[in-house]
């Protein structure tokens, strides 16, 4: 059987094609920067295999949404570092992994992409990617291997941007760079704990965004906004936060919509229901 000319073009369009893409490297060659070359194979740490490669935090990518994580190590002039490039399901995912580790933001310079480090480490997100780059040694004058090593790995991640879930927060007060993304109780932890497991049915599916805010006289508090996919689905993580309330803190008023609390540093908070969305306030010094 003959194929025709039109359908054996577009055959062989499609096979190189796919060949392109599977010949696409998955991080930078050798000789990124002169010198600098790959000391060990590509490492890949697949769902579950990440428990194997992070002792104690795998459970936070896994929340925010984790697919495989690369890892390469190059060495060049007597030094090494080290490439790890977390593939999240998403842009969003793989911000919210960005927000908890970057710390207090430092832009790297010569980097396009969001980032934060110092000598010692970098991490960056660029589309559904985090990136880490680590100087073992932490000499200064690696600065420059670090930042041609994350040029070249960013020029292999599409360039895809996050939905603008911090669209939630309102702006008025808001302190700058303090807005963070939660989708689970392990990225809730060190905010606060208003129950035990997953008190707020996020389910590593939902996201919720908090930011740092001004009061009146200048002291800070939090506000965790939650916008649930319809009014059932924020009924019911209502339903179960006021249900499974920590027992540190203490409902002070209460109604049908919302209620306030004092918790154990006689700090005062506030839960409230609105169609979809569920609002906290904590760390107020006030009662609201």
């Known amino acids: 059987m003959m194929i025709p000319k039109s359908m054996f073009t577009a055959l062989v369009c499609l096979l190189l094609l796919t060949a392109g893409v599977a010949a696409q490297p998955q991080v930078p060659d ?3 920067i002169e010198g600098w070359t790959k000391s060990d194979p590509l490492l890949i740490f697949a769902g579950n295999d990440l428990y194997g490669h992070i002792d104690g935090g795998a459970e936070l990518f896994h929340e925010f949404g984790f697919n495989e994580l690369l890892v390469q190590r190059y060495t060049g002039d007597g030094h090494e570092i080290d490439l790890e490039v977390y593939r999240m399901t998403g842009p969003e995912a793989a911000l919210g992994i960005y927000l908890m580790k970057c710390g207090r933001e430092t832009p790297v310079e010569g980097i396009i992409a969001r980032s934060s ?3 010692y480490q970098y991490a960056i997100v660029k589309g559904n990617c985090f990136i880490q780059v680590n100087s073992f040694s932490g000499d200064e004058a690696l600065r420059p291997v670090m930042t041609a090593l994350a040029r070249q790995v960013l020029k292999l991640i599409p360039d895809e941007k996050p939905a603008d879930l911090f669209r939630h927060l309102p702006p008025d007060n808001l302190v700058p760079h303090s807005e963070r993304l939660i989708r689970g109780p392990y990225a809730l932890q060190p905010v606060f704990t208003f129950g035990q497991d997953d008190v707020l049915q996020l389910g590593g599916i939902v996201f919720g965004v908090l930011g740092k805010y001004t009061d009146a006289d200048d002291s800070v508090y939090t506000q965790i906004v939650i916008p649930y996919p319809d009014s059932g689905k924020a009924k019911s993580a209502y339903r179960n936060l006021v249900n499974n309330l920590d027992p540190y803190l203490k409902v002070l008023e209460k109604t049908a919509s919302s209620f306030i609390f004092k918790d154990y540093r ?21 009662k609201p």
């Open 117 to 119: 480090g110092d000598h």
């Open 30 to 32: 050798d000789n990124f």
């Open 266 to 286: 006689d700090r005062f908070g506030s839960a409230e229901i609105s169609g979809a969305v569920l609002t906290l306030r904590i760390n107020l010094r006030q």
